[in-house]
Protein backbone atom coordinates (compact mmCIF):
# COMPACT_ATOMS: atom_id res chain seq x y z
CA UNK A 1 0.00 0.00 0.00
CA UNK A 2 1.36 3.63 -1.19
CA UNK A 3 0.89 5.63 1.67
CA UNK A 4 0.23 9.42 0.54
CA UNK A 5 0.59 13.01 2.09
CA UNK A 6 -1.09 15.93 0.06
CA UNK A 7 0.03 19.42 0.61
CA UNK A 8 -1.92 22.27 -0.97
CA UNK A 9 -3.34 25.62 -0.11
CA UNK A 10 -6.73 25.08 -1.97
CA UNK A 11 -8.88 22.85 -0.49
CA UNK A 12 -10.52 22.42 -3.49
CA UNK A 13 -7.19 20.84 -4.99
CA UNK A 14 -7.22 18.81 -2.36
CA UNK A 15 -10.41 17.45 -2.66
CA UNK A 16 -9.78 16.40 -6.47
CA UNK A 17 -6.64 14.84 -5.63
CA UNK A 18 -8.17 12.39 -3.13
CA UNK A 19 -11.13 11.83 -5.82
CA UNK A 20 -8.77 10.90 -8.55
CA UNK A 21 -6.82 8.59 -6.16
CA UNK A 22 -10.16 7.02 -4.66
CA UNK A 23 -11.43 6.53 -8.11
CA UNK A 24 -8.61 5.67 -10.17
CA UNK A 25 -5.54 4.46 -8.53
CA UNK A 26 -5.46 1.09 -6.43
CA UNK A 27 -3.48 0.49 -3.51
CA UNK A 28 -2.87 3.63 -2.39
CA UNK A 29 -3.62 5.69 0.81
CA UNK A 30 -3.87 9.22 1.40
CA UNK A 31 -2.71 9.41 5.10
CA UNK A 32 -2.86 12.99 5.83
CA UNK A 33 -3.08 16.42 4.47
CA UNK A 34 -2.08 20.22 5.24
CA UNK A 35 -3.41 23.69 3.57
CA UNK A 36 0.00 25.35 4.64
CA UNK A 37 3.65 25.14 5.03
CA UNK A 38 3.88 25.35 8.96
CA UNK A 39 1.14 21.91 8.67
CA UNK A 40 3.08 20.38 5.98
CA UNK A 41 6.14 20.82 7.66
CA UNK A 42 4.21 19.60 11.14
CA UNK A 43 2.33 16.75 9.34
CA UNK A 44 5.33 15.09 7.61
CA UNK A 45 7.64 14.96 10.51
CA UNK A 46 5.11 12.56 12.47
CA UNK A 47 3.77 11.45 9.57
CA UNK A 48 4.94 7.72 8.33
CA UNK A 49 4.32 7.78 4.74
CA UNK A 50 5.77 7.03 0.99
CA UNK A 51 4.67 10.07 -1.51
CA UNK A 52 4.84 13.60 -1.14
CA UNK A 53 2.10 15.64 -3.52
CA UNK A 54 3.61 19.01 -2.52
CA UNK A 55 2.08 22.63 -3.93
CA UNK A 56 4.89 24.96 -4.76
CA UNK A 57 3.28 28.10 -4.02
CA UNK A 58 1.67 27.76 -0.41
CA UNK A 59 0.10 30.63 1.39
CA UNK A 60 3.21 30.73 4.09
CA UNK A 61 5.86 30.16 1.74
CA UNK A 62 6.85 27.34 -0.60
CA UNK A 63 7.12 23.90 -1.27
CA UNK A 64 10.85 24.00 -1.57
CA UNK A 65 10.61 25.34 2.04
CA UNK A 66 8.68 22.56 3.48
CA UNK A 67 11.63 20.14 1.91
CA UNK A 68 14.34 22.17 3.42
CA UNK A 69 12.84 22.27 7.24
CA UNK A 70 11.40 19.00 7.70
CA UNK A 71 12.99 16.25 9.82
CA UNK A 72 13.44 13.66 6.50
CA UNK A 73 13.14 13.53 3.24
CA UNK A 74 12.96 9.55 2.95
CA UNK A 75 10.26 10.13 0.99
CA UNK A 76 9.34 10.88 -3.26
CA UNK A 77 7.97 13.53 -4.42
CA UNK A 78 5.54 15.39 -7.28
CA UNK A 79 5.40 18.99 -7.30
CA UNK A 80 2.32 20.79 -8.93
CA UNK A 81 2.53 24.54 -8.90
CA UNK A 82 -0.13 26.90 -11.44
CA UNK A 83 3.44 28.49 -12.57
CA UNK A 84 6.08 26.93 -14.96
CA UNK A 85 9.33 28.49 -13.63
CA UNK A 86 9.65 26.02 -11.03
CA UNK A 87 11.16 23.31 -12.93
CA UNK A 88 14.47 23.82 -12.71
CA UNK A 89 14.38 24.35 -9.16
CA UNK A 90 12.14 20.95 -8.69
CA UNK A 91 14.85 18.80 -10.70
CA UNK A 92 17.00 20.11 -7.70
CA UNK A 93 15.37 18.60 -5.33
CA UNK A 94 15.23 15.43 -7.32
CA UNK A 95 11.94 15.82 -7.98
CA UNK A 96 9.54 12.60 -9.28
CA UNK A 97 7.34 14.45 -11.42
CA UNK A 98 6.73 18.62 -11.80
CA UNK A 99 2.73 18.42 -12.81
CA UNK A 100 1.58 21.62 -13.95
CA UNK A 101 -2.26 22.72 -12.77
CA UNK A 102 -4.63 22.57 -13.76
CA UNK A 103 -3.78 18.78 -13.75
CA UNK A 104 -4.20 16.25 -15.92
CA UNK A 105 -5.76 13.15 -14.47
CA UNK A 106 -3.98 10.89 -16.87
CA UNK A 107 -0.85 12.40 -15.81
CA UNK A 108 -1.19 12.54 -12.25
CA UNK A 109 -2.25 8.95 -11.90
CA UNK A 110 0.85 8.23 -14.10
CA UNK A 111 3.01 9.85 -11.90
CA UNK A 112 1.32 8.26 -8.74
CA UNK A 113 1.64 5.06 -10.58
CA UNK A 114 5.26 5.36 -11.16
CA UNK A 115 6.28 6.01 -7.73
CA UNK A 116 5.09 2.83 -6.78
CA UNK A 117 7.98 1.20 -8.64
CA UNK A 118 10.86 3.38 -7.09
CA UNK A 119 11.81 2.19 -3.64
CA UNK A 120 13.49 4.36 -1.23
CA UNK A 121 16.90 3.15 -1.63
CA UNK A 122 16.84 4.07 -5.18
CA UNK A 123 14.93 7.53 -4.28
CA UNK A 124 18.28 7.89 -1.89
CA UNK A 125 20.66 6.90 -5.14
CA UNK A 126 18.63 9.82 -7.12
CA UNK A 127 19.35 12.37 -4.38
CA UNK A 128 22.76 11.30 -3.96
CA UNK A 129 23.63 11.85 -7.71
CA UNK A 130 21.46 15.28 -7.89
CA UNK A 131 23.21 16.14 -4.34
CA UNK A 132 24.58 19.54 -3.29
CA UNK A 133 27.89 17.44 -2.91
CA UNK A 134 29.45 16.45 -6.16
CA UNK A 135 32.54 15.43 -7.80
CA UNK A 136 34.41 16.90 -10.64
CA UNK A 137 37.81 15.12 -11.91
CA UNK A 138 37.52 14.10 -8.33
CA UNK A 139 37.79 17.24 -6.70
CA UNK A 140 35.33 17.54 -4.71
CA UNK A 141 32.63 20.72 -4.74
CA UNK A 142 29.32 21.86 -3.56
CA UNK A 143 26.47 23.53 -5.23
CA UNK A 144 25.89 26.81 -3.39
CA UNK A 145 22.67 28.19 -4.03
CA UNK A 146 22.56 32.60 -3.63
CA UNK A 147 20.34 34.81 -3.59
CA UNK A 148 21.46 35.70 -7.58
CA UNK A 149 22.92 32.15 -8.90
CA UNK A 150 24.03 28.88 -8.31
CA UNK A 151 27.56 28.25 -7.87
CA UNK A 152 29.96 25.16 -8.24
CA UNK A 153 32.76 26.08 -4.81
CA UNK A 154 35.69 23.58 -4.68
CA UNK A 155 35.48 22.34 -1.00
CA UNK A 156 39.16 23.12 -0.58
CA UNK A 157 38.52 26.73 -1.39
CA UNK A 158 36.14 27.28 2.01
CA UNK A 159 37.71 28.60 5.25
CA UNK A 160 34.46 28.58 6.97
CA UNK A 161 30.85 29.13 6.98
CA UNK A 162 29.29 31.29 9.49
CA UNK A 163 25.19 31.00 10.35
CA UNK A 164 23.16 34.32 9.84
CA UNK A 165 19.49 32.88 11.01
CA UNK A 166 18.12 30.98 7.71
CA UNK A 167 21.28 31.40 5.28
CA UNK A 168 24.70 30.97 5.57
CA UNK A 169 27.83 33.01 4.54
CA UNK A 170 30.56 31.46 3.05
CA UNK A 171 34.35 32.31 3.43
CA UNK A 172 36.39 31.60 0.33
CA UNK A 173 40.41 31.73 0.24
CA UNK A 174 40.26 34.18 -2.68
CA UNK A 175 38.77 36.53 0.40
CA UNK A 176 35.25 36.14 -1.50
CA UNK A 177 32.10 35.97 0.85
CA UNK A 178 28.88 34.12 -0.44
CA UNK A 179 25.54 34.22 1.04
CA UNK A 180 23.85 31.00 0.46
CA UNK A 181 19.79 30.44 0.89
CA UNK A 182 20.51 27.56 3.35
CA UNK A 183 20.81 26.99 6.64
CA UNK A 184 24.50 26.10 8.36
CA UNK A 185 23.11 22.45 9.26
CA UNK A 186 22.61 21.79 5.82
CA UNK A 187 25.71 22.43 5.08
CA UNK A 188 27.03 20.59 7.99
CA UNK A 189 25.21 17.10 7.12
CA UNK A 190 26.77 17.97 3.37
CA UNK A 191 30.40 17.97 4.55
CA UNK A 192 30.32 15.79 7.65
CA UNK A 193 32.85 13.64 6.21
CA UNK A 194 34.94 16.02 5.22
CA UNK A 195 37.15 17.87 6.99
CA UNK A 196 34.96 20.31 8.17
CA UNK A 197 33.98 20.75 12.29
CA UNK A 198 31.25 22.77 13.27
CA UNK A 199 32.78 25.04 16.80
CA UNK A 200 30.39 26.94 17.67
CA UNK A 201 26.57 27.24 16.71
CA UNK A 202 27.30 29.60 14.25
CA UNK A 203 30.30 28.62 13.28
CA UNK A 204 31.33 25.37 11.06
CA UNK A 205 35.22 25.58 9.77
CA UNK A 206 37.41 23.28 7.30
CA UNK A 207 39.82 22.25 9.51
CA UNK A 208 42.89 22.17 7.25
CA UNK A 209 42.27 26.23 7.03
CA UNK A 210 42.83 26.09 10.98
CA UNK A 211 46.29 27.69 12.22
CA UNK A 212 46.37 27.03 15.81
CA UNK A 213 43.67 26.55 18.78
CA UNK A 214 44.29 29.59 21.43
CA UNK A 215 43.64 28.12 24.70
CA UNK A 216 42.53 31.47 26.70
CA UNK A 217 38.65 31.84 27.57
CA UNK A 218 37.70 28.69 26.82
CA UNK A 219 39.41 28.36 23.38
CA UNK A 220 39.70 29.64 19.92
CA UNK A 221 40.73 28.85 16.73
CA UNK A 222 42.59 30.82 14.30
CA UNK A 223 41.89 30.38 10.70
CA UNK A 224 44.11 31.15 7.73
CA UNK A 225 42.12 34.43 6.96
CA UNK A 226 43.25 35.79 10.80
CA UNK A 227 39.41 35.19 11.76
CA UNK A 228 38.98 34.36 15.60
CA UNK A 229 36.25 31.95 16.50
CA UNK A 230 35.10 30.58 20.01
CA UNK A 231 35.01 27.20 20.45
CA UNK A 232 32.12 26.19 22.36
CA UNK A 233 33.13 24.39 25.91
CA UNK A 234 31.28 20.77 24.68
CA UNK A 235 33.11 20.93 21.18
CA UNK A 236 36.30 22.03 22.78
CA UNK A 237 37.73 17.94 23.80
CA UNK A 238 35.90 16.43 19.95
CA UNK A 239 37.73 19.41 18.40
CA UNK A 240 41.15 18.95 19.68
CA UNK A 241 41.14 15.06 18.95
CA UNK A 242 40.41 15.68 15.26
CA UNK A 243 43.25 18.07 15.42
CA UNK A 244 45.66 15.47 16.40
CA UNK A 245 44.73 13.54 12.72
CA UNK A 246 44.57 16.04 10.80
Same mark, same amino acid.
Given at each position: ?9 ? @? ?36 ? *? ?20 ? @? ?23 ? !? ?11 ? $? ?9 ? $? =? ?10 ? !? ?9 ? /??? =?????? $? ?10 ? &? ?29 ? *? *?? /? ?12 ? *?? &? ?18 ? &? ?6 ? %? %???
Amino acid at each position: MLRVVLVDDE @QNAIITLQNYIEKYIEEVKVVGVANSKKEAIELINVTD *FDLLVLDINLGDGTGFQVLEEV @QSTNFNVIFSTAYDEHAIKAFKYSA !LDYLLKPLNPKEF $IYAVERSKNIT $I =TAQQEQISLASD !LVKFNEVKKIV /VNS =TSEIQF $IAIENIIRLESD &KNYTDIFLTTGEKITSSKTLKHYENLLLDVC *F *FR /VHQKHLVNMAHIIK *FI &KEDGGYVEMIDNTLLGVSRR &KKEELLHK %M %MQV
